[in-house]
T-cell receptor, first 115, second 114 residues
Framework: AQTVTQSQPEMSVQEAETVTLSCTYD???????LFWYKQPPSRQMILVIR??????QNATENRFSVNFQKAAKSFSLKISDSQLGDAAMYFC????????????FGKGTRLSVIA | NAGVTQTPKFRVLKTGQSMTLLCAQD?????MYWYRQDPGMGLRLIHY???????AKGEVPDGYNVSRLKKQNFLLGLESAAPSQTSVYFC?????????????FGDGTRLSIL
């Protein structure tokens, strides 16, 4: 079974600085998707960024980028120029490309942003 | 555009009581999901549905039942609530199972069982 591991339960970053959240996963599949979701105190789950495993280029969305290392099964999220609004729980998630397999979530990393 | 709407947002139950959580989506999505979120556990899939009239068990289905009588609605039922079911419940929907179709989440329901 696929598993997703986020080894950092909590992280903190100074406003305007850069922070990297770690995620590793275990799978025997070769074609899949990886996601980072943000959950602010409002509880809403917001998709931050998505990576397709067959694409070597790392995904980027404004201040958010990933470092996807397929061989190492690593998928870290980098947040540049951190803002107070970035404070939230961040969940890494995995999904095979097809088939009736559900989205698998990590346990989350709580990010605090210090003014 | 409402997206995914969950009702109620908060509820307190006594052990043994029953209740139904309602999820409604207006995006014409085929797939709908119920998750529970517990501290330090991330989101775990309870049940899901791949279309109207069909449901399937997820990772933690015990103690819950679901129904999908209409495409836009997915109901989660607790027949006899237990304190272990105290959690935040999220509903989500997606166009398909394909990984390039992201899941859209509701705002969650905080349920406390006393």
């Amino acid at each position: 079974a696929q598993t997703v591991t986020q080894s950092q339960p909590e992280m903190s970053v100074q406003e305007a600085e850069t922070v990297t959240l770690s995620c590793t996963y275990d799978t025997s599949e070769s074609d899949y998707y990886l996601f980072w979701y943000k959950q602010p105190p409002s509880r809403q789950m917001i998709l931050v960024i998505r990576q397709e495993a067959y694409k070597q280029q790392n995904a980027t969305e404004n201040r958010f980028s990933v470092n996807f290392q397929k061989a190492a099964k690593s998928f870290s999220l980098k947040i540049s120029d951190s803002q107070l609004g970035d404070a939230a729980m961040y969940f890494c998630a995995y999904k095979t490309r097809s088939g009736n397999t559900p989205l698998v979530f990590g346990k989350g990393t709580r990010l605090s942003v210090i003014a | 555009n409402a997206g995914v709407t969950q009702t109620p947002k908060f509820r307190v139950l006594k052990t043994g009581q029953s209740m139904t959580l309602l999820c409604a989506q207006d995006m014409n999505h085929e797939y709908m999901y119920w998750y529970r979120q517990d501290p330090g556990m991330g989101l775990r899939l309870i049940h899901y549905s791949v279309g109207e009239g069909t449901t399937a068990k997820g990772e933690v289905p015990d103690g819950y039942n679901v129904s999908r009588l209409k495409k836009q609605n997915f109901l989660l039922g607790l027949e006899s609530a237990a304190p272990s079911q105290t959690s935040v419940y999220f509903c989500a929907s997606s166009y398909s199972w394909q990984g390039n179709q992201p899941q859209h989440f509701g705002d969650g329901t905080r349920l406390s069982i006393l």
